[in-house]
């Protein structure tokens, strides 16, 4: 069955704190992976994405991931997150199903930073 | 700019009544999706339309239908709340990937 698996549901860092996020994936079809972010009190938006290529995919505000076939792994990596990172991360999968393409999330990573 | 916007933020209703969350894109979106939010098992897809009078079930679309007389409206139906239909609801549009979704800033359902 399509899934996807998210470690941590959550994350407590400090500021310029290096960030990982693990995020594993179940599908047997073409790979196409996504992060998506949630600030507090604003819509859910994507963040990144990977299609082919490249498996280190950089995103907006200095976020990157890196896919990693041979585990089915896509981890969300920041090298210092700062308080306004402070959001709901979640993972996603396009799976290809009844003739329509859809999205899979994964549960999500609240992450919080502290000053 | 880019708009989703869903009707209620919060809603309160009793079990067993009818229940109707209405989405409106204005981006002349063909592809719009009803989600469910909720705390440890993140996103999950309720029912989709990719075009107008046409709709497809998502991953849990039990105890919920859907109308989609307009392009740009999108509705969610609660036939019979359930208690277990405590959640967010959240409403997305897109227009040919899938991914790049936008969604609407959500409702927060509670049935008592």
């Known amino acids: 069955a399509q899934s996807v698996s998210q470690h941590n549901h959550h994350v407590i860092l400090s500021e310029a704190a290096s960030l990982e996020l693990g995020c594993n994936y179940s599908y047997g079809g073409t790979v196409n992976l996504f992060w998506y972010v949630q600030y507090p009190g604003q819509h859910l938006q994507l963040l990144l994405k990977?299609?082919?290529?490249?498996?280190l995919v950089k995103g907006i505000k200095g976020f990157e991931a890196e896919f990693i076939k041979s585990k089915f792994s896509f981890n969300l990596r920041k090298p210092s997150v700062q308080w306004s990172d402070t959001a709901e991360y979640f993972c996603a999968v396009r799976v290809f199903s009844g003739g329509y393409n859809k999205l899979i999330f994964g549960a999500g990573t609240r992450l919080a930073v502290h000053p | 700019d880019v708009k989703v916007t869903q009707s209620s933020r919060y809603l309160v209703k009793r079990t067993g009544e009818k229940v109707f969350l209405e989405c409106v894109q204005d981006?002349?979106?063909?592809?719009m999706f009803w989600y469910r939010q909720d705390p440890g098992l993140g996103l999950r897809l309720i029912y989709f339309?990719?075009?107008?009078?046409?709709?497809e079930k998502g991953d849990i679309p039990e105890g919920y239908s859907v109308s989609r007389e307009k392009k740009e409206r999108f509705s969610l139906i609660l036939e019979s709340a359930s208690t277990n239909q405590t959640s967010m609801y959240l409403c997305?549009?897109?227009?040919?990937?899938?991914?790049?979704?936008?969604f609407g800033p959500g409702t927060r359902l509670t049935v008592t």
């Open positions: 981006m002349d979106h063909e592809n």
């Open positions: 990977y299609f082919s290529g490249d498996p």
């Open positions: 339309s990719y075009d107008v009078k046409m709709k």
């Open positions: 997305a549009s897109t227009t040919g990937r899938v991914y790049e979704q936008y």
